[in-house]
T-cell receptor
Framework: DGGITQSPKYLFRKEGQNVTLSCEQN?????MYWYRQDPGQGLRLIYY???????QKGDIAEGYSVSREKKESFPLTVTSAQKNPTAFYLC???????????FGDGTRLSIL | QQQVKQSPQSLIVQKGGISIINCAYE??????FPWYQQFPGKGPALLIA???DVSEKKEGRFTISFNKSAKQFSLHIMDSQPGDSATYFC??????????WGAGTKLIIKP
């Protein structure tokens, strides 16, 4: 079954700790995206990647980092510099940029 | 100018009724307008999308109406069912395809 797998489903971070959220897709999509969703708000773009070894900052990239070493994988690291990391994080992919996006089921990050 | 304003924030509709959610935008460069449906604990799923060269698009019980001059578009759900209870997001993008999202509408269909 083709799709996007995000793990873990729930994640807890201690103060001063970096954590990495996993996103894997087997749809053979070139483009991948990371969004942050807060209650009562729309999705906000953190980073996106159009192709392997390339990525661009979105609207709220500060305190986050990404890598795109493989087409299938686009991990997101929430660094200690992100002062308000508690949110629902969504990963998406599309065949190319400007094509419909398909989403994983998200990772909920909380602070201990 | 990059905002997409969505209303209402929440909506309760009787089973069998019509659910209507509205969105407005300012950026005239937007040329793609999708609607997504999200169930609790899940990612959004693309429901239906429209481009500005048509005024209406229908897929089953779901219809997008688009008013280019007013810079507004809306989602109509006909014969609303309890299984339609979810949060709905409108979005818009230009040729750079960075999606700008509305804040979402929580729809509850009462049986």
């Amino acid at each position: 079954d083709g799709g996007i797998t995000q793990s873990p489903k729930y994640l807890f971070r201690k103060e001063g700790q970096n954590v990495t959220l996993s996103c894997e897709q087997n749809l053979n999509h070139d483009a991948m995206y990371w969004y942050r969703q807060d209650p009562g708000q729309g999705l906000r773009l953190i980073y996106y990647s159009q192709i392997v070894n390339d990525f661009q900052k979105g609207d709220i990239a500060e305190g986050y980092s990404v890598s795109r070493e493989k087409k299938e994988s686009f991990p997101l690291t929430v660094t200690s510099a992100q002062k308000n990391p508690t949110a629902f994080y969504l990963c998406a992919s599309s065949i190319q940029v400007a094509q419909p996006q398909h989403f994983g089921d998200g990772t909920r990050l909380s602070i201990l | 100018q990059q905002q997409v304003k969505q209303s209402p924030q929440s909506l309760i509709v009787q089973k069998g009724g019509i659910s209507i959610i509205n969105c407005a935008y300012e950026n005239t460069a937007f040329d793609y307008f999708p609607w997504y449906q999200q169930f609790p604990g899940k990612g959004p799923a693309l429901l239906i999308a429209i481009r500005p060269d048509v005024s209406e698009k229908k897929e089953g019980r779901f219809t997008i109406s688009f008013n280019k001059s007013a810079k507004q578009f809306s989602l109509h759900i006909m014969d609303s069912q309890p299984g339609d209870s979810a949060t709905y997001f409108c979005a818009a993008s230009d040729s750079n395809y960075q999606l700008i999202w509305g804040a979402g509408t929580k729809l509850i269909i009462k049986p």
